[in-house]
């Protein structure tokens, strides 16, 4: 048997005279000793904190679903490259031939070679920064062979001939899922920064994190709720939603916010905003700096906002007509009282913007198409079929599987659809706070935006289901198949002057996919393209002069298309679309005092219904 001398090999490793790999070596082992103790006793409170919920019955045996779409989706990649022996053995070997070159390339550097490396990762990838990775040779072999493997099993998906594009996405989609949580940046022994802080702390980072564990799945109500930053440093209605204003309706599905003027004169078309119930209205009132509301308040403008119900299971039967009729259109009627205005015009973020589509659309088949004058459509699609990166999410199992889980609930969880956010972009929400939280053992920062993002929302069983069934699923709107309160409708009903926001970046609502959508309306529409993506390209104030917009003077469906006929212009789209609905009517009056017309002031805004936790 051949022996080994490991200090040998580690400072052959490391290929430094002065033995850099001495950080990783333990000063006190009788304190780690302890620390590690401490490490499995918070890990039993966070057994505890799992377990619990499950024995008494508050959740049930919950995974089962999902992973069998997993085995079966990787089953027809693979099934691909097994059925032919010679293209398995292609396949096999060209890893093998990679994992060579590494391991040929790794002994050259240690015999003083200079080599480069045979695989990087990409230059916007945070997990391989420390110089460690770079420099010291055993971590640099590890991080080249994670990269070969992680490559390798992208391709095998990408090549693999004969499945249809929807279970390509999908077999895309969890592999991706796979790699990213294995690389070995996750892992203690595998990181040189996290190897150094549990060394150099005695393992006290790891009783820290493993404390946080416990407190976040206990927070989450045995499921792991991973904090993205602190949450304690901010309160809805004290340092975010804070614009001034006052809640003048309410029901069963949302409240509506009246903000106070600050100017003189405002313009007589009162402004009413419809954001996603998916998240909380505030993202469009984070602070006084980020404020769309507060910002359109300033520019004259009488602003209404829906606070959407954070529901229960006694709103489970609330679907989608009941959010258009009690939600759009009881609100239409309530600014009618409270402005003696009966024509307005209405914003519509998400899908909170896909509603409001459906109800123009309704409107003019109804002979009430009066009652908007003008829509502006943020990152909104009303044609799905080139939707985002949650199509992955949408097919007729999952979706059947799906509404199984709500409907024994009565609603689908907040933290469900948080996590599938999360999960389109798991390098930057949830490894890098895995590591920070749970291994380094240090608080997030406190950041507003990641706050918000983390304050989810439940969406009852009725009105997702109807959602996901005839909007993702069969996109029966664009099709002019979809029918609502006994009605069909299509986007071609539509034929009031339309805003419609893109943005570049967007992977929820993709620019190619809101601008076919954007075709389709039979009015003038004014498409507009902003940079960077679904939040920071619509949440952009002027004062930061940040990213950038496009305009072109024609909708054309090919997005490329347009881009090539359109301008760009530096900063902020907001003024751009302030001009724009100031042109369709600037008549102004005396500002609207908050009561007016006999109106009941039911509570001073941001109200309740936002504050409500999922």
């Known amino acids: 048997m051949l022996s080994i001398d490991h200090g040998e090999l580690l400072k052959a490793m490391a290929g430094d005279s002065k033995n850099p790999m001495l950080q990783y070596i333990l000063d006190n082992p009788e304190e780690f000793s302890k620390n590690l103790a401490r490490v499995f006793e918070n890990g039993g409170k966070a057994l505890s904190a799992y377990l619990e919920p499950r ?67 990409d230059d916007a990838d ?69 190897l150094r802080e549990t060394m150099s702390s005695n393992a006290e980072n790891l009783v820290r994190g493993m404390k946080h564990l416990a407190e976040d799945i206990e927070e989450g109500h045995g499921e792991l709720k991973i904090r993205q930053t602190r949450t304690q440093d901010f309160e809805v209605g004290g340092n975010l939603a804070t614009t001034p204003g006052k809640v003048i309706m309410q029901n069963d599905v949302c409240q509506l916010i009246q903000y106070e003027p600050v100017t003189t004169k405002v313009f007589k078309r009162p402004l009413l905003v419809v954001p996603p119930w998916i998240n909380k209205y505030y993202i469009l009132d984070l602070n006084p700096q980020k404020s769309f509301i507060k910002w359109a308040v300033e520019q004259g403008h009488t602003v209404f906002v829906i606070s959407w119900i954070n529901p229960d299971e006694s709103q489970a039967a609330k679907s989608w007509d009941h959010y258009m009729q009690e939600g759009i259109l009881q609100s239409i009627e309530q600014i009618k009282k409270t402005t003696a205005q009966s024509t307005i015009n209405a914003v519509g973020y998400c899908v909170g913007g896909t509603l409001l589509a459906i109800t123009l659309a309704y409107l003019e088949k109804t002979g009430q198409a009066d009652r908007i004058a003008s829509a502006t459509f943020l990152t909104t699609q009303v044609d799905f079929e080139h939707a985002g990166d949650l199509l992955v999410f949408v097919d007729d199992e999952q979706v059947t599987n799906l509404e199984e889980a709500m409907n024994r609930r009565g609603y689908l969880e907040g933290g469900k659809m948080a996590a599938a956010f999360n999960m389109l972009r798991p390098n930057d929400l949830i490894w890098t706070y895995v590591v920070n939280n749970y291994l380094k053992g240090k608080e997030p920062f406190p950041f507003d935006l990641l706050y918000w993002n983390s304050d989810s929302t439940r969406m009852t069983a009725a009105n997702q289901s109807f959602y996901l069934r005839n ?62 993506g679904h939040i920071a390209g619509v949440v952009n104030p002027p004062e930061k002069n940040k990213y950038q917009y496009w305009t072109a003077p024609q909708i054309l469906e090919d997005l490329d298309e347009w881009l090539s006929a359109a301008d760009e212009t530096t900063g902020s789209w907001w003024p751009h679309w302030d001009k724009w609905i100031k042109n369709l009517n600037s008549d102004v009056q005396n500002a609207r005092k908050l009561g007016a017309r006999r109106t009941k002031l039911l509570e001073d805004a941001p109200g309740s219904y936002v504050k409500v936790k999922a």
């Not at 085995?71 to 096999?92: H, N």
């Open 126 to 194: 945070k997990r391989f920064k420390d110089p460690e990775w770079t420099d010291n040779n055993f971590f640099d072999f590890l991080k080249q062979m994670y990269l070969e493997t992680a490559n390798w099993a992208e391709d095998m998906v990408n090549e693999a001939e004969d499945i249809d594009a929807h279970t390509r996405m999908k077999a895309e989609f969890f592999v991706k899922q796979i790699t990213n949580a294995l690389s070995p940046s996750n892992f203690v022994l595998t990181n040189p920064e996290l």
């Open 55 to 121: 024995e008494k019955g508050q959740r049930g045996p919950e995974g089962s679903e999902h992973l069998t779409t997993v085995v079966k989706t990787l089953s027809e990649v693979g099934e691909y490259w097994m059925k032919d022996p010679a293209r398995a053995m292609e396949a096999q070997t060209r890893l093998w031939q990679g994992y060579m070159g590494i391991w040929n390339n790794t002994l050259k550097r240690m015999g003083g070679e200079e080599e480069p490396p045979i695989v990087t990762p």
């Open 471 to 532: 909007l993702y699923l069969n996109n029966m709107f664009s099709k002019g198949e979809l029918e609502i309160a006994g009605i069909k409708v299509s986007p071609t009903d539509i034929k009031i002057p339309v805003y419609t926001l893109a943005t570049k970046e967007d992977h929820i609502a993709p620019a190619r996919s809101v601008l076919k959508g954007a075709s389709l309306f039979s009015g003038p529409v004014e498409f507009v393209l902003s940079g960077s």
